[in-house]
């Protein structure tokens, strides 16, 4: 619909982070769905199709990573834009790096770690839903 705001869904398996993240992004205009798991994602994708999904990568159920092959293989979801929400480099680097390219040839725009600061991350989110 014109002028309605953007749908930002979140798909996280931690409760505590799509709530704050909601918050966030709520403050800042946009709409915010949740999913907590990737197959969730899917799920409310098909039936909300969202400007831009922040997919968590290792999650119950269906990660973040099989999700978004199955978003992006999609023709009516495709064009929804991804950026990957995860621990990426605190643990193990090597698999990390892995993971970080796996994501970017899977199709999603960009990754963040959670830990980063959040007025970075609601940024970069804002950002993505300008590209």
Do not use: C
């Amino acid at each position: 619909m014109e002028g309605e705001k953007p749908l930002v869904l979140i798909a996280d398996d931690d409760a505590d982070i799509r709530s704050i993240l909601r918050v966030k992004l709520e403050a800042e205009g946009l709409r915010v769905e949740e999913a907590q798991d990737g197959q969730d994602a899917i799920d409310k994708s098909k039936r909300e199709h969202p400007a831009l999904i922040v997919m968590d990568v290792r999650m119950p159920v269906m990660s973040g990573t099989e999700a978004v092959a199955i978003i992006k293989s999609d023709p009516n979801l495709r064009d929804i834009r991804i950026v990957f929400l995860s621990n990426f480099g605190e643990e193990d680097e090597i698999n990390a790096w892995l993971d970080q390219k796996y994501a970017k040839e899977l199709g999603a725009m960009d990754y963040m770690k959670k830990s980063e600061d959040l007025p970075k991350i609601v940024a970069k989110i804002k950002q993505l839903l300008n590209a």
